[in-house]
């Protein structure tokens, strides 16, 4: 498995279009960027970007999806060319979603694996901590969600699971900030997870990295012929991809919440590069964004070794190897899915 380039494109008023075989980035009729096609496995517009027609079909024929998300990263449209997926196994999955105790099982599933990968980041930071108070709090704090984790395995269905996923997720954001260096607190102070818009800098970040993750987790449940709209734990709406956010929980803490931690406390994003709009809405910045877009591509090109297969492979792949696990697990092949929890 090869782990492909996803082009983010965030500089407003850029057009793209094909030059043979070369995706182009053109701003007022200079040339910014040329990738190869072949490098690429998507490309995510941010604003107002143009897209020329004949690139929009090379794109479909070739199964790369084009993501338009709005300037906040905020999901708009997918243009992706035929499914190619195994309608059996999204008639096994439809099959699935008729069964509570699967529900429950899967769901139970993701958010232990989100409960003890945001314990791995408490408890890191709780023996990098210099003080000793900030140390006590965050392993106080990690010490609950371990707690909810034997709740977690009686729980009977989804709205206690997800209970215990909302009220574990309020201790940790809370928690958080005490991970950032002392002199960055006041600024990127969380006061709860807000959303639609982010009311504070942290927040902004943090949704930031979300949307370009939940890009990734989609496009990671697709590429097995799995229905991203049928979930198990999220309920099931309209426009929704119910599957993608399931299979997303256990990744935030490693490739969103550990990665604008470290950007803060690096000094790669400061206070100053956030805008604040009337109403309270807060973004990042033009040249913040391509910091975190750069950061988040390098994070993904990391490597580990996943627990399970125990082989070594990038990051950035994990979510698709996940997918297969929790493809099997619908299909019967397996007892149930094991959710990604590194040592």
């Known amino acids: 498995m090869q782990l492909l380039n996803t082009l983010y494109v965030t500089l407003p008023e850029s057009y793209l279009h094909l030059d043979n075989d070369t995706l182009r980035v053109e701003i007022e009729h200079e040339t910014r960027l040329r990738v190869p096609l072949h490098h690429l496995s998507a490309v995510v517009c941010f604003g107002h970007v143009m897209v020329s027609p004949i690139l929009m079909h090379r794109l479909a024929e070739e199964g790369k999806s084009?993501?338009?998300?709005?300037?906040?990263?905020?999901?708009?449209?997918?243009?992706?060319?035929?499914?190619?997926?195994?309608?059996?196994?999204?008639?096994?999955?439809?099959r699935r979603l008729a069964s509570a105790d699967f529900c429950v099982e899967v769901a139970r599933a993701c958010i232990a694996g989100k409960l003890r990968n945001c314990r791995q980041v408490l408890q890191r930071g709780a023996r990098e901590n210099g003080r000793e108070e900030d140390a006590s709090v965050l392993t106080a704090t990690s010490d609950e969600l371990g707690c909810a984790l034997a709740r977690l395995e009686h729980a009977a269905d989804l709205d206690a699971v997800r209970g215990i996923e909302g009220d574990e997720a309020k201790r940790y954001f809370a928690a958080l900030t005490l991970l950032l260096r002392p002199d960055a607190r006041e600024a990127f102070t969380m006061n709860g997870r807000t959303r639609r818009p982010p009311l504070d800098r942290m927040n902004a970040l943090l949704s930031f990295l979300y949307a370009m993750l939940m890009n990734d987790v989609r496009s990671a449940v697709e590429s097995v012929g799995l229905d991203p709209q049928i979930g198990f734990l999220h309920a099931v709406r309209p426009g929704r991809a119910a599957l993608a956010?399931?299979?997303?929980?256990?990744?935030?803490?490693?490739?969103?919440?550990?990665?604008?931690?470290?950007?803060i406390n690096r000094r790669q994003i400061n206070a100053e590069?956030?805008?604040?709009?009337?109403?309270?809405?807060?973004?990042?910045?033009?040249?913040?964004?391509?910091?975190?877009?750069?950061?988040?591509?390098?994070?993904?090109?990391?490597?580990?070794?996943?627990?399970?297969?125990?082989?070594?492979?990038?990051?950035?792949?994990?979510?698709?190897?996940?997918?297969?696990?929790?493809?099997?697990?619908?299909?019967?092949?397996?007892?149930?899915?094991?959710?990604?929890c590194p040592k």
């Open 66 to 94: 084009l993501v338009l998300l709005d300037s906040h990263g905020r999901f708009k449209a997918r243009l992706e060319g035929p499914v190619s997926g195994n309608v059996l196994l999204r008639q096994a999955q439809h």
């Open 273 to 340: 590069d956030f805008d604040e709009h009337a109403g309270g809405a807060v973004t990042l910045k033009d040249d913040a964004r391509r910091a975190v877009v750069t950061a988040y591509q390098e994070r993904k090109q990391e490597a580990l070794t996943h627990p399970l297969l125990e082989s070594s492979f990038a990051l950035g792949l994990v979510p698709f190897v996940q997918a297969r696990l929790l493809a099997r697990a619908v299909r019967g092949d397996a007892e149930g899915y094991l959710p990604f």
């Open 245 to 263: 956010l399931d299979l997303m929980e256990e990744f935030r803490p490693l490739l969103a919440d550990r990665l604008a931690l470290t950007l």
